[in-house]
């Protein structure tokens, strides 16, 4: 089957049958399904996934402790992977056929568009949203292939490996908590965030500001690891972030600069 499903994929049709999947099938266990690809539908796209992330909601998914579990907005079973990237194969009626071959980053949240929240611009704060791979009942990435709303994906530029195109998900919103607060250029800014976002952070206020004190704990009841950046932007030579597939316990790197 899988070989089927390759070729069909290879020649830009839309392939059919079954295929792998991870999934949580409860709290604590993972497991390895067969699952059906999902049919060409208007509007939506089918990506083959290349890589997935997994961020502290998968962990507290995975745990039973998510505040969504718990308070029964999502069940078991759960295909997680609400970050990913991969290559458009196929797309559905309505959608632009020049994404065949293009690598995409997806976009978790699918909102009502109709609430008040979603007319003032704010569909992630949807009250009824589902978010894929987390809330309610929308599988995630975490499969060989995906189907998802052209809506929800943006092209990766070239020359950006799908590996690094991951962590857009995950840096946008580190990238919108600098911008109410001012941070810019000439400007101080204080910030503290936990792991993988604390480390984005520090990084993009240093980069958006002229000095920046931040922080960046790596594990629950960690001490927080501190960094002061004070290097204007024309002489930085800290190196982007590398960043990681699957999580990690090494300690996260804050933003730091050199003179």
């Given at each position: 089957m ?5 070729t069909?994929?290879?020649q ?5 049958g ?5 999934q949580?099938?409860e709290?604590g266990r993972l497991?390895?399904a ?9 509007g939506?796209?089918l990506?083959?996934v290349s ?5 502290g909601t998968?962990?507290h998914l995975?745990?039973g402790?998510?505040?969504y579990?718990?308070g029964g ?6 295909r997680f992977?609400h970050?990913?990237t991969?290559e458009?194969v196929?797309?559905g009626?309505d959608?632009?056929?020049s ?5 995409v ?5 699918l909102?009502?568009?109709q609430?008040?929240v979603c007319?003032?611009?704010?569909y992630?704060?949807c009250p009824?949203?589902?978010e894929?791979?987390?809330r309610?009942?929308?599988?995630g ?7 998802v ?8 530029p070239d020359g ?10 995950p840096s946008?919103t580190v990238l919108?908590?600098?911008r109410p607060?001012?941070c810019?250029?000439g ?11 604390g ?5 993009s206020a240093?980069r958006r500001?002229a000095?920046s004190?931040c ?5 629950p009841?960690s001490?927080?690891?501190?960094a ?7 002489r930085r030579?800290t ?7 699957w999580?990690?316990t090494?300690?996260?790197q804050p933003?730091?600069?050199r003179?």
């Open positions: 899988t070989s089927v499903l390759e069909a994929a290879a830009g049709v839309w392939p059919t079954t295929m792998p999947a991870l949580m099938a709290a497991e390895v067969d699952v059906e690809v999902l049919p060409p539908a208007p939506r796209l990506a083959k890589h997935v992330g997994i961020c998968d962990v995975l745990s402790h998510s505040a579990v718990v907005l999502t069940t078991y079973p759960i992977g970050e990913w991969g458009v196929a797309v009626d959608v632009d056929t994404l065949v071959g293009r690598t980053v997806g976009e978790p949240f909102a009502c568009g609430c008040r007319r003032s611009g704010r992630n704060l009824t949203r589902f894929i791979g987390v309610g009942a929308v599988p990435a975490a499969a060989r292939y995906y189907r709303p052209a809506t929800n994906v943006a092209v990766v950006v490996a799908p590996e690094h195109a991951l962590v857009a998900e946008v919108n908590s600098t607060h001012g810019s250029r400007s101080g800014s204080p910030c503290s965030a936990p792991a993988r976002s480390s984005s952070l520090c990084r240093s500001a000095w004190t922080s960046a704990s790596t594990r009841g001490a927080p690891r501190a002061s950046a004070r290097t204007p932007r024309s030579t190196p982007p972030p590398t960043p990681t597939t999580c990690s090494a300690p996260a933003a730091s600069a003179r």
